[in-house]
């Protein structure tokens, strides 16, 4: 059978329910692929497992049907896909494209200290490189990718996001050799989330624009690994009254799902959808004029 022309998913970290902001990239990923008569698939990014938090898949999977937001195959999950993640890592191993990595987070501090990088106390460190060539006799504890070329130059990623426009990363400089294997165990997001995405077929990533930021990482993955990248669209986010992002880290609160015509009427706003005079009987009907409202905004131009 011919792979489908377009494949979508929305991939929920079970770590808590879906609120306001997940609503919106649900919907957002579920109106792209119907606007293209593709498929849509419900993925559970449970990699990390200390993370997630009990009884959260189940309640996604209700809030997502009472939205009428239906996947088209039963939902895969992480957890179950360890060895895909080992043959993708070994492969990445064998050909000299990640390494082990012996340092720890002290180290990496030490090492960036010694080097003069200063870098404010939260913000993620741009590893120094330290076991690029060879753990020095410490103990192996994470693997990470090899971000610049043989010759050290960078490797500028540029790529195109549907709605934010042209981007790019300078991901040797910008974040370093990140972690693909983590010391305590787990696998990465951006490993996990590249091999799923290309085993699932997936053409199109519709997602919330906090995850832009992981873009370049996972392009110059999909070239390590030589996998075909899907298109991209990052959504609008919703804001707190704080102005942060709604976060389940933030105690976001549950979306409603008891009026669901009134959810989806919130997210579409976010999406900036004219459904106004939509009809509100069911979701079904008023997810029909957010179709009809997506295909316009985002696949007629
Ligand atoms: N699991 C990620 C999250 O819930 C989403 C990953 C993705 O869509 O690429 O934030």
Redesign the pocket.
Known sequence: MPAPAYTGRF???PTGALHAG?VV?ALASWLDARAHRGRWLVRI?DVDVRRCTPGAEAQILLQLQALGLVADEPPMRQTERTEAYDVALARLVQAGQAYPCGCSRRDVDAALAAAGVVHAREAERVYPGTCRMGLGGRAPRAVRLLTCGPDASAQVVRWHDRRLGPQQQDVAREVGDFVLRRADGPYA?QLA?VVDDAAQGVTH?V??ED?AD?TARQILLQRALGLAAPTYLHTPLVRGADGFKLSKQNGASAADTRDPVRTLELAAQVLGLEVQGAPRGSPQAFLDACVQAWRQAWCER
């Open positions: 991939a929920p970290s997940s990239a990014e997001y989330v990533v997602r919330g995850l992981n």
